[in-house]
């Protein structure tokens, strides 16, 4: 088992800027990727970044290309999102969740991960 559990999340003004974490725990593989999601009320979960092990292979969703910045420490075990600029339309839960994923292409596929966490908030104020 994986345990993921975010944090980092909170209460930020438009043009702001947030750091999330997620920390994992249990049993690690070397070829885990790492990625966040988000959700907004009413709407359907979508993918936001993701990073394999090496670092070497990063995807964006194009809604965050140029204001969000993915990187991990694997010597903590920690995936982190740094999010500048932010807006009101990023405001969800972001989850982070981790899987064996081979193709770059199934990086933004939320089907590709076996290990999700509970989510940390982030609502973005006018």
């Known amino acids: 088992q994986v345990q993921l559990v975010e944090s980092g999340g909170g209460l930020v003004q438009a043009g702001g800027s947030l750091r999330l974490s997620c920390a994992a725990s249990?049993?690690?593989?070397?070829?885990?990727?790492l990625g966040w999601f988000r959700q907004a009320p009413g709407k359907e979960r979508e993918f936001v970044a993701a990073i394999n092990w090496s670092g070497g292979s990063i995807r964006y969703a194009n809604s965050v290309k140029g204001r969000f910045t993915i990187s991990r420490d694997n010597a903590k075990n920690t995936v982190y999102l740094q999010m500048n600029s932010l807006k009101p339309e990023d405001t969800a839960v972001y989850l982070c969740a981790a899987g064996r994923i081979f193709r770059t292409t199934n990086y933004d596929a939320d089907r590709s991960y076996e290990y999700w966490g509970q989510g940390t908030q982030v609502t973005v104020s006018s």
């Open positions: 249990g049993r690690t593989f070397s070829s885990a990727v």
